[in-house]
T-cell receptor, first 115, second 111 residues
Framework: EAQVTQNPRYLITVTGKKLTVTCSQNMNHEYMSWYRQDPGLGLRQIYYSMNVEVTDKGDVPEGYKVSRKEKRNFPLILESPSPNQTSLYFC??????????????FGPGTRLTVT | GESVGLHLPTLSVQEGDNSIINCAYSNSASDYFIWYKQESGKGPQFIIDIRSNMDKRQGQRVTVLLNKTVKHLSLQIAATQPGDSAVYFCAEMAGNTPLVFGKGTRLSVIA
C-alpha cells in the first residue's frame, strides 16, 4: 500500500530534550516536506527536500533540522524543543516531474507537546 | 480527533445539496492550484487540481473553478454527503516554489 508513515504519532516531552520524528514513504517520491499545523494558522511549511542531500527552509524553519540521506526517509529533528513547538506535525511527499508536485501525500500526523 | 482549526470559516449544508467552498489567493504568479480535504484525525488528502491555463476542471462529484482576474478559486461538491464533512484547504504554487496553503474552511453536512 502506498503510504507515508510517521513515528511517533503522539509525543509528550520536556523543554530541551532532543527528539526526532521519523518520516518514510514507499512511493519513490523525490519531494518530501514537513509542515506544522496550528489552530487559526493553517499548514505552515518547516523544511522541504527536492531530492537526496537537497534540503531547503520553508516558512518556519527556526528550531528545526532535517536530513535527507535516503530517498525514502526525511526525519525532523528538534535539537532543543521549546513549548512554542507544541503542534501537530505532518510529513508529505510527492513526485516532482510531470507537473505533479502539488499532489502531495500526507502522513497521519504527529501530535507533539513540549512542557 | 485532532482539532485542526478552532476559528475556521464554516459552511453548513443539508445532505444532498451542493456545496461551494471559496478561496482567495494572493500571488498573481501562482499557476497551479490544488484542493485538499482533511478529515478529523487525519492528514490532508488531495482532491483535485487545476492549472492557470484552465478555468474549470471536473472530477467525480467535484468541480474546481478558477477566476484569475479576481484571484479566486472555488470547489463545488455535488450532492453533498455526510462523508464530505471535513476541513477543505486550497493551495497555490508558483513555478517550482513550495506549495502555500490557505487557512481552510470547515464543511459540516447536516443529515
Amino acid at each position: 500500500e502506498a503510504q507515508v508513515t510517521q513515528n511517533p504519532r503522539y509525543l509528550i516531552t520536556v523543554t530541551g530534550k532532543k527528539l526526532t520524528v521519523t518520516c518514510s514513504q514507499n512511493m519513490n517520491h523525490e519531494y518530501m516536506s514537513w509542515y506544522r499545523q496550528d489552530p487559526g494558522l493553517g499548514l505552515r511549511q518547516i523544511y522541504y527536500s527536492m531530492n537526496v542531500e537537497v534540503t531547503d527552509k520553508g516558512d518556519v524553519p527556526e528550531g528545526y533540522k532535517v536530513s535527507r540521506k535516503e530517498k525514502r526517509n526525511f526525519p525532523l529533528i528538534l535539537e532543543s524543543p521549546s513549548p512554542n513547538q507544541t503542534s501537530l506535525y505532518f510529513c508529505a511527499s510527492s513526485f516532482v516531474g510531470g507537473g505533479r508536485a502539488g499532489e502531495q501525500y500526507f502522513g497521519p500526523g504527529t501530535r507533539l507537546t513540549v512542557t | 480527533g485532532e482539532s485542526v482549526g478552532l476559528h475556521l470559516p464554516t459552511l453548513s449544508v443539508q445532505e444532498g445539496d451542493n456545496s461551494i467552498i471559496n478561496c482567495a489567493y494572493s500571488n498573481s504568479a501562482s499557476d497551479y492550484f490544488i484542493w485538499y480535504k482533511q478529515e478529523s484525525g487525519k492528514g490532508p488528502q488531495f482532491i483535485i487540481d487545476i492549472r492557470s491555463n484552465m478555468d474549470k476542471r471536473q472530477g467525480q462529484r467535484v468541480t474546481v473553478l478558477l477566476n484569475k482576474t479576481v484571484k479566486h478559486l472555488s470547489l463545488q461538491i455535488a450532492a453533498t454527503q455526510p462523508g464530505d464533512s471535513a476541513v477543505y484547504f486550497c493551495a497555490e504554487m508558483a513555478g517550482n516554489t513550495p506549495l502555500v496553503f490557505g487557512k481552510g474552511t470547515r464543511l459540516s453536512v447536516i443529515a
